[in-house]
């Protein structure tokens, strides 16, 4: 799982979409046979309250796919790769019109202290998603300092069952979807809404707050959005 592409569909112009349970499910069973795939994440809103951060429009539908190799991804997402079926008409179509970007990235994952799910007494989980924009002022000092301090905070929320912070790459892709270059997004995850909700009102939120005054100089924000988390598990596995 050292590398994520993501894509991320939002609504524009006032739009009001909203994924189908059938097109979500349509994905799902096309992304679960692509080659080389080692997991995936399929995203849809949730809504949780932050003691910080402003309410914002979360995605109204997201994709996380990982895999070992960059090659893997980049096969996948070919001129003939795999994943152009996720493009096709009639695939999507609950949400057709709705802006899609796309990267990328290297994923780093980060220890906690108890990682395990139990989605059949919680049901899916919920991830809290991540956007910095950029750029840095020196984005070589910005990761190092990230890496080194943050995602440790992180590990103090209770009931946090995961850690990632995914760092921009250069990397070659087909489908069809606008191509964004964010410096960084970070992921952390929760067993429920409620679960994440407790841990954005936790005191591990202040010392999160405290830690983001050291960071070093950036433009762009942040941006976090509550997802509902399915977790695909490729056929065969």
């Not at 152009?84 to 990235?105: C, D, E, F, N, Y």
């Not at 991830?127 to 080194?148: F, I, K, Q, R």
């Amino acid at each position: 799982m050292r590398f994520a592409y993501f894509a991320f569909f939002e609504n524009v112009d006032g739009s009001q979409l909203a994924v189908s349970k059938a097109d979500v499910e349509t994905a799902s069973e096309i992304i679960k046979l692509t080659p080389g795939l080692t997991t995936a994440n399929l995203y849809t809103p949730e809504v949780t309250k932050d003691m910080y951060n402003k309410d914002e429009q979360s995605p109204i539908f997201g994709m996380q796919l990982y895999f070992n190799d960059l090659t893997d991804l980049e096969d996948a997402m070919a001129p003939a790769g795999h994943l152009h079926q996720l493009a096709a008409s009639g695939v999507l179509s609950s949400i057709r019109g709705a802006k899609g970007t796309q990267q990328a990235m290297y994923a780093r994952h980060f220890p906690v202290d108890d990682a395990k799910l139990d989605v059949a007494k919680n049901g899916n989980p919920c991830s809290y998603v991540v956007h910095y924009t950029g750029p840095a002022e020196d984005l070589n000092v910005w990761m190092h300092h990230y890496v080194s301090h943050h995602p440790q905070v992180m590990r103090t929320f209770p009931g946090i069952r995961k850690i990632e912070v995914l760092s921009r790459i250069d990397w070659c892709g087909f489908l069809p979807w606008e191509r964004v270059n964010h410096m960084q997004r970070n992921r952390v995850m929760f067993d429920s809404p409620v679960a994440l909700q407790a841990a954005l009102q936790s005191p591990a939120r202040i010392a999160m707050r405290e830690d983001f005054k050291t960071f070093p100089p950036f433009e762009g924000g942040n941006s976090h959005f509550p997802m509902e988390t399915q977790i695909i598990v490729p056929d065969g596995r």
